[in-house]
């Protein structure tokens, strides 16, 4: 295990199977700036060349409560074309290996839309959770606009990004955007557990497994059999699948 980096936009900790993604800019809610983008991004590159599990977390006590307000309102038509927060959330969700967003406090505007691009969201009770850019003049437009009604459904999503309605943590659990509650001291315990049964699990089979659910239907069911093809070749589908035979001969 790396040493945990100390200063910047964000603090990483390296594991062999995972990596811990701590946003740090507490003193304005952990808002998402561009050198926190900038950041991001060089995380993804790291988890690109080594997959392993990513875990994001705020510091705090709170997640994100949204995009950096001074800068997006400078922000213009160009700032919009270049995607600069939709560009890095897609790269976040495209990641090889799972990703785990812990969420405690404001998950707001940019914040959620990060959450969104998870693969697994574990909150507290004291999550705030939606999308309240119409009252600040603009859209959801890294994600939320489209994520949320694949996560949650039409009505309520359209509730949470037309109305400014804000979801508390138990209502957020009750409609599995979030997969799991846990207390705040629990937190980060609760994404380890997680990302442990994930490491439990045959690296490349998660890798391709996740690359399968995202495939869209045309591609189904060749990027099935081909994952499949390719999974069937390893040795450790062989090794497991022996292991397995073994075990349960020792029970007979």
């Not at 709170?62 to 560009?87: H, K, M, V, Y």
């Not at 850019?133 to 859209?139: F, M």
């Not at 705040?184 to 439990?200: K, N, S, T, V």
Request: charge should be negative; proline fraction near 6%; charged fraction near 25%.
């Amino acid at each position: 295990m790396s040493a945990p980096r100390t200063d910047g936009p964000l603090l990483i900790e390296e594991r062999p199977d995972r990596i811990l993604i701590r946003l740090n800019r507490p003193e304005v809610r952990n808002a998402i700036d561009q050198s926190m983008v900038d950041a991001l991004h060089e995380a993804c590159a790291l988890l690109e060349r080594e997959p392993r599990v990513a875990l994001l977390i705020g510091s705090g006590g709170t997640f994100a409560a949204g995009a950096d307000i001074a800068q997006l309102r400078e922000r213009r038509l160009t700032d919009a074309l270049a995607g600069i927060n939709s560009g890095i959330f897609d790269r976040i969700h495209r990641l090889p290996m799972p990703t785990i967003a812990l969420l405690d406090g404001y998950a707001l505007g940019g914040g959620a839309e990060l959450a969104y691009a998870c693969d697994f969201r574990i909150g507290t009770a004291a999550v705030k959770i939606g999308n309240p850019e119409p009252g600040l003049g603009i859209l959801a437009a890294a994600g939320g606009a489209w994520r949320l009604r694949e996560l949650v459904g039409e009505p309520l999503a359209k509730e949470v990004l037309l109305t400014g309605r804000i979801l508390t943590g138990e209502e957020a659990r009750a409609v599995h955007l979030l997969n799991e509650l846990a207390e705040p001291e629990d937190l980060e315990a609760a994404g380890h557990r997680l990302a442990d049964r994930i490491a439990a699990q045959a690296p490349l089979a998660v890798r391709l497994s996740k690359a399968a659910f995202h495939a869209p239907r045309e591609a189904h069911p060749l990027i099935d059999n081909v994952a499949q093809a390719v999974l069937f070749e390893t040795q450790e589908k062989q090794d497991r699948m022996t292991a397995f035979l073994n075990r349960r001969k020792e029970k007979e």
